[in-house]
């Protein structure tokens, strides 16, 4: 059984990590962390949950012996936590949005000294969809125009997603081009006409959409439509807590959902 600790464990996700792993019989929650002051601390996490008492606090440190940190959080929160956690030798699950280089160089550090999972989606579906959107633009070839749409909902903080992002590079290694020439966010005005090898990514927010993504290529003739839509959270979690259970005994490395779910 894989001891999990879960960070932000009584936000929206952190709650729903919690009483799914909680489901898992594979798993265990023996530590779920909460920011100091929140109306949480000190309450039974089981009944912070409303499930029965799990025997664990919410707390704002480190307790239990964990073996895997769960995060999705924000990059300020994950640059303390992955400190922790490379300094107590302690896996990281990273499902955190809107991390920067900065973030992204120290996850990249600290995977020299435990293993860590980092990914911008962890669903199942959206990392098919990585996989196919490359290997798609590469076979329509150049005369495809390509645009990238995703919806979230009104509270989301980045814009585009990480997983508009991650499509975006997926692309551009599918194609052999820098993501840094060819992307353009949004359009606006009266030259605003597509130029020819440009990826369009635009981001919506609006209600309680948990999050839709949508590829278009097309080109005089036809369009090919390639998308994704979660129905909630739950397929952020279970990805999520499927990459806790494969770390178990896994070698420092950076890893991706790439690798937990097709073994690359």
Request: one cysteine or more; aromatic letters at 4%; a negative charge.
């Amino acid at each position: 059984m894989v001891k999990v600790a879960i960070l932000g464990a009584c936000g929206r996700m952190g709650r729903r990590l919690g009483t799914l792993a909680h489901q898992d019989e594979h798993l265990q929650v023996v530590c779920a962390i909460e920011r100091e002051g929140h109306e949480d601390l000190g309450k039974d996490y089981g009944r912070a949950l409303g499930l029965a008492d799990m025997g664990v606090k919410v707390g704002p440190t480190l307790t239990g012996h964990p073996q895997v940190i769960i995060d999705f959080t924000t990059p300020e929160s994950t640059t303390a936590w992955v400190e922790q956690a490379r300094d107590n030798g302690i896996a990281l699950v990273i499902g955190t949005t809107g991390l920067g280089d900065r973030e992204l160089d120290l996850i990249r550090s600290a995977a020299h000294q435990i293993p860590i999972v980092q990914a911008p989606n962890m669903s199942v579906g959206v990392n098919l969809l990585f996989r196919l959107v490359g290997q798609v633009a590469k076979s329509l070839g150049p005369e495809y125009d390509i645009e990238i749409v995703e919806a979230h909902h009104r509270f989301k903080k980045d814009a585009p997603s990480g997983t508009a992002l991650g499509l975006l590079s997926s692309i551009c290694d599918g194609i052999g081009c820098d993501a840094r020439d060819v992307a353009v966010f949004g359009r606006e005005g009266k030259s605003a006409e597509r130029k020819k090898g440009q990826i369009g990514v635009h981001a919506v927010r609006v209600g309680d959409t948990v999050g839709e993504h949508t590829v278009y290529f097309g080109t005089l003739g036809e369009t090919v439509t390639i998308g994704h839509s979660a129905h909630s959270r739950d397929t952020f979690v279970l990805g999520a807590l499927r990459a806790a259970r494969w770390l178990e005994g896994k070698a420092a490395g950076l890893y991706s959902m790439q690798d937990v779910l097709f073994g690359d």
